[in-house]
């Protein structure tokens, strides 16, 4: 059998500190039930001052590891758009902070399609045989970006981080990564964007003035474009794998909106229950979304051993994607962490 990437461990990790949509109400120009109706989330953790977006990515691929049995892997991926800084990446703080020094370690951006992207960067790796173990990490500390007088994306984005770690396998197995997808469309870079500190705009004393060093997001486009290409994304990937849609256990979709995916599932022909939503209690957690809604639908039980499992996000770049595999036989957690 074809050589594969198999997901040995899925886990999360949330900040302790939980903002309600009533706390909101009270910062911003909104009401509890705009917010919930509008959007589907209720509450959303942010870190505090100290808590660094490598503590989360650590912490959640710590989790991984330890459920797997394992103290090891041979590439750790993290998938954020909120590195711990803008240079060295934050892959090798993470790993040094899993003990595992010395071994390859980078980082990806993809903003909300990130997690996908970092997927099919560990799943190339562990299929060709460059890596025996992968562990992909998702991991956002979002609210450090956010405008404090902007609504939009003030009631939308949480902090978190998920992490899946691939080990060797055949494709066929339970928990095999069967196909993935990724697409990007560079004229669409202003719908999404942090402006200041990049080149273009340098964070430069001199520049303060000028630079918007705030996280931007025209929302209405967003949103018909993420409906858009999550759906087709998702067909692509299941002509790939020949799975017919009736096929589907469950949409993983990134978790943005829960009109988004509630809209991507209609146009898939899907029920909207076979949509696993954790976006409620945790927000657009950008990169961290997928990892986390699966390490979430792992703690409740709601996915089975085998069962087909599309994965599918949109975001920032734009980029989009969506990937295909079966779910694992994984060991049920003793004692289930608070995630
Ligand atoms: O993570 C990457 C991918 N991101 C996404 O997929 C996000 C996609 N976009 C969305 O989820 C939605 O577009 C939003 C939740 C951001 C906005 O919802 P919407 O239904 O698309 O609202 P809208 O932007 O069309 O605005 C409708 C109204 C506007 O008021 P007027 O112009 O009709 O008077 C907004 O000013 O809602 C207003 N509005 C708000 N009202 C109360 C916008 N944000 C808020 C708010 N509270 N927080």
Request: proline share 5%.
């Amino acid at each position: 059998m074809a050589h594969a990437a198999v997901v040995a461990a899925v886990a999360g990790h949330l900040p302790p500190h939980v903002v309600t949509n009533h706390e909101l109400a009270q910062r911003f120009d909104t009401t509890e039930e705009w917010i919930r109706t509008r959007t589907g989330i209720v509450q959303r953790h942010h870190v505090r001052a100290g808590t660094a977006t490598s503590d989360l990515a650590a912490e959640a691929g710590r989790r991984a590891l330890a459920s797997a049995g394992e103290d090891h892997a041979d590439v750790v991926i993290v998938a954020t758009t909120t590195p711990d800084r803008p240079c060295p990446a934050t892959a090798p703080t993470v790993a040094s902070k899993l003990g595992l020094t010395g071994v390859a370690a980078y980082d990806i951006a993809a903003v909300c399609t990130g997690f996908l992207y970092a997927l099919q960067a560990g799943a190339s790796a562990v299929a060709a045989g460059a890596a025996r173990r992968a562990l992909v990490i998702g991991a956002e500390t979002f609210s450090t970006l956010l405008d404090p007088s902007d609504r939009t994306t003030g009631v939308i984005f949480g902090d978190g981080a998920g992490a899946v770690l691939l080990r060797a396998g055949a494709r066929g197995e339970a928990g095999a990564i069967e196909a993935v997808h990724l697409g990007s469309d560079g004229t669409l870079a202003d719908l999404i964007t942090v402006r200041a500190g990049g080149s273009e705009q340098r964070a430069h004393p001199d520049d303060e003035a000028h630079a918007d060093p705030y996280f931007r997001m025209d929302g209405r486009p967003v949103f018909m474009a993420a409906v858009r290409r999550m759906t087709e994304s998702a067909h692509t990937v299941l002509r790939r794998t020949g799975w017919a849609v009736d096929d589907l256990d469950h949409l993983v979709g990134h978790q943005a909106n829960i009109r988004i995916l509630h809209a991507v599932a209609e146009r898939l022909g899907l029920p909207p229950e076979r949509a696993l939503v954790n976006l409620d209690r945790v927000g657009n957690t950008a990169a961290a979304s997928i990892p986390l809604a699966l390490a979430h639908g792992r703690r409740e039980r709601r996915l089975g051993t085998g069962d087909r499992v599309l994965l599918t996000a949109f975001g920032g770049g734009a980029t989009w994607g969506a990937a295909a595999l079966t779910w694992p036989d994984l060991p049920d957690l003793q004692h289930p962490p608070a995630t």
